[in-house]
């Protein structure tokens, strides 16, 4: 059984920095993939950042540059530091893990229940 705990949301105003964590716990399978998304309401889900079992990451373009994915396999903990954070980044962002290469797409496995994270202007 796979579980994953986000935290680290909050509110910031624009130009400001959040760093999400999550918590990964289960087979080490599971954990090989893991990523970001984040759903703003009336929105779909969206991919924001992806890393694979060797490190290798992918980032959404409206978040490139900006955000960094980072995982420590130690004590399975999955990172996103989001800097320069602008009002459309609102969204409540969710983990997901896999054991196969999904990249932005939302096929993972397994998922978080979310953190928010509000950016005012």
């Known amino acids: 059984q796979v579980q994953l705990v986000e935290s680290g949301g909050g509110s910031v105003q624009a130009g400001g920095s959040l760093r999400l964590s999550c918590a990964a716990s289960?087979?080490?399978?599971?954990?090989?993939?893991m990523a970001w998304f984040r759903q703003a309401p009336g929105k779909e889900r969206e991919g924001v950042a992806a890393i694979d079992t060797y490190g290798g990451t992918t980032y959404a373009v409206p978040v490139k540059g900006r955000f960094t994915i980072s995982k420590d396999n130690a004590k399975n903990i999955l990172y996103l530091q989001m800097n320069s954070l602008k009002p459309e980044d609102t969204a409540m962002y969710y983990c997901?893990?896999?054991?196969?290469?999904?990249?932005?797409?939302?096929?993972?496995?397994?998922w978080g229940q979310g953190t928010q994270v509000t950016v005012s202007s």
């Open positions: 997901a893990s896999g054991e196969w290469a999904s990249g932005l797409r939302a096929a993972y496995n397994y």
């Open positions: 289960g087979a080490r399978a599971a954990l090989n993939y």
